[in-house]
Structure formats: structure tokens, C-alpha cells
């Protein structure tokens, strides 16, 4: 064996891991790696691996960049190391960095099968790794789609690629026995603006997989562009009335995304009928919201009411209301939250929502109620309601209160709110 191989050994012998790596960064600089015998790399690659197993992170660094000196031999000793559980998490994340280094077929089916690890942090590092092969990977990743062994972590890295040469391969898989891989499928050719996608993710909205329909929802939801030519809206309302709770909800968030009139006609519809469970009541909601269109005002508006007895959806629409953003329904959502004070008088987590709301809305005809809401027996709907007050022009707000407190027109309870306002204002106003 040449010499300065067995005296690396020694070194290793001794445990001292930092002068391994340095003396095989030396020799990788300035020695013909090629000329070693099978023997020889072999032992030198077992000395880096060693370094990778038992030396700190700085020595690890240093030893990873002689890898690419072992060229092939590496990849077998590399993978063993990933598969090995019982290693700890940071010397499998630099065995996965040398693999995604080497760009070998073998490292990329290496590390397909990692992501079928229960770690997330490798799951994480296996993706972006077989990410970073780009398009040098789809080859390889196209054979095992022919394993229905490794069929599925094969889609799984095709998705990670984002490269428009993956259509081609994932296109064989679509219709797969298997949902989980349909489902992967779908997801992957939803993030991609091409001719051939938009019939594929119409026809799995009816897939007899509910994880293959929502997969398909959500890729349609970011194609705007094909709401008329597709009539998305119609093909969207149809899975709001799914079996699945699920499906439901993702066709009411990408309803919300597309905005049309006819959109918040079927969103409005759904929310109104009878046995529409509360998830999927509050998932129209923020659709309704997101629309943020007159008509979809309108239609929130209508949905405030108590004969609805659904605590949750009339906090959601509160919220909904108090974070409007054209400025020329401001007002008017303020007015339609101030009359509902009265309506929910007996319920204080929708007063709560409707003091924030009103707070953020930051408009001043709406002190006066606010004000006479620091009247409630409610704990909670004060403290919402001081801090509302404390976003509508402060100062005056402030003035208006202390002259209310010294006021002998007032009753009780309200007396009691503007003390704990006024002291809740004391804290923060300057000396």
C-alpha cells in the first residue's frame, strides 16, 4: 500500500480526525488519485467516511470536498451511510449532500428512496437534493416509474424537479391503480401553463379519489386564465356539493381565487343551504372575502344574522368585514357591523369580533357605539372594545371618555367600562 495511505491510517488510529481530513485534502491536491489500486481507494474512502461518522462538523466540511477525487467508488460506501438510521441526523445530511454532488443514476434512485424516510429533515434535503439534478434526473426517474415499487417516490421526485420535461413521463402515470399516485400526479401538472394540463385536471375533478379531486381543484385554481374558455366556475360549483368535506372547501377557496360574479352567486347559495357543515360555511366566507368585490359585500353582509345560530361563520364574516379593503365599502362595512352589535347582544365572542373589526376599520362614527358597548358584562367584549377604541382617533377618544366618566348621565355599568378603558389609557399615555 503507497505509504502516505498507511500513514493516514495511523492517524485515524489515533482518533485525530482533523488531521485525517487535512492530509486527505493534501494528497487529493496533489497526488494521482487514478493511479491507486482498488485496495487503496478503498481504504482511503472508508478513512473520509470515517470522518463523516465520528469527526465534528468542521472536520466533516473539510473532508466532504475530497469526494469527488473517489469519483464511482463513493457512491456505494455514500449510500450505505444514508440508509444507515442508527447514524446521527448531520452525518446523513453530508452523505445526502455528496450524493446530490455526484450526479450519479445510482445516488439519484439513492436518493428517491430517501424520501420515503419517516425524518423530515432528510425528506427535505432528498428533495431539494434530486431537485438540484434537474433534468439530468428525469431519465432515471422515468425507469423506475415502470416499478410499481418505486413508482411513487419517482413521482414524488419528478414534482420536485418544476421542469416541463416531466410532463411527458408523469402523463403515463395519471390514470395509476394507485390514488396516492394519481393524486401526486395531478399536484405536479397543476403547477405547469401547459396545453395538455387543463383537460387532464377537468377529468380527475371527478376522479373517485377525493384526494385526486382536490389535487385537480387546486391546480385549477391558479389558472385564471381558463375560466371562460374551460367555464371553470361550473365545473368548480358542481364540486362544492362533493361528498367529501374536503373537496368542498378546496372548490370554495379556488371560487374565491377565480372572483366572478357567478362565482359568489354559487358561493352564496352553498353557505345558505340547509346541513352546510360550519368548515365549509367559514371556507366560503373567506372565499366571499377574498372576492372582495361589491357583490360579495353584499352577500356577507346578508349572511350577519343571528337566526343563523352558527357562532364561528358569524365571527368569520366579522373578521371578514373589519379587513376590507376598498376603501368606498369601508364605511359601509363599518355601518353594517355597528347595527349588528343590537342583533348579537346576547353573544359575546361575535360582539368581540365586531369591537376588533370595527377597531381596524378605524372609523369615527363608530366611538359612539363602541363606547356604549364598555357597558357589557362581558370581560372580554370590554377589553375588544377598549382596544378597538384605542385605534379610532386616540386622543379624542380618550377626552370624550373622561368627560363622559365625569358625567352624571351615564348608567352604572357604563361608568364601571370607561373607568377600566381609562385606566387600560392611562398606561399608555405620555407624562
Known sequence: MVNWVSQIQNLAQQGNWSAVAQALQQHHQTSDWTQLSVDEMAALIGLAIAVLKLGDFQECWDVAKVFPGFGEAAISPLITLVKDESEEPETRWFAVRLLSDAKHPAAIQALVELLNSEEDDLREMASEALASFGTRAIASLTDLLNNSETRALAVQALAQIRHSATIAPLLTVVQDDDPVIRAMTIEALGSFHDSQVPPILIQ?????????????????????DLTDAFSLVDLLVDRLWDLNI??????????????????????????????????????????LARIGTPTAFNALQNLLEPSRQATQVDQEIAIALGQWTDPA?????AQVLTQSLAKFAQDPPIQQAIALALG??????TIEPLIQLLASQDAGVRLHTIAALKQIQPQQTHQQLAALQASQDISPELRHGIAIALQEWQIELPH
Open 329 to 333: 365599502l369601508k364605511s359601509a362595512a
Open 246 to 287: 374536503g373537496v368542498c372547501q378546496q372548490a370554495a377557496i379556488a371560487l374565491g381565487r377565480i372572483g366572478a360574479d357567478a362565482a359568489v352567486d354559487a358561493l352564496s347559495r352553498a353557505i345558505s343551504a340547509a346541513n352546510t357543515p360550519k368548515p365549509l360555511q367559514i371556507e366560503i366566507v373567506r372565499a
Open 204 to 224: 380527475a375533478l371527478t376522479d373517485p379519489a377525493a384526494s385526486v379531486r382536490r389535487a385537480a381543484i387546486a391546480g385549477l385554481a391558479v389558472r385564471t
Open 360 to 365: 381596524q376599520l378605524q372609523q369615527p362614527f
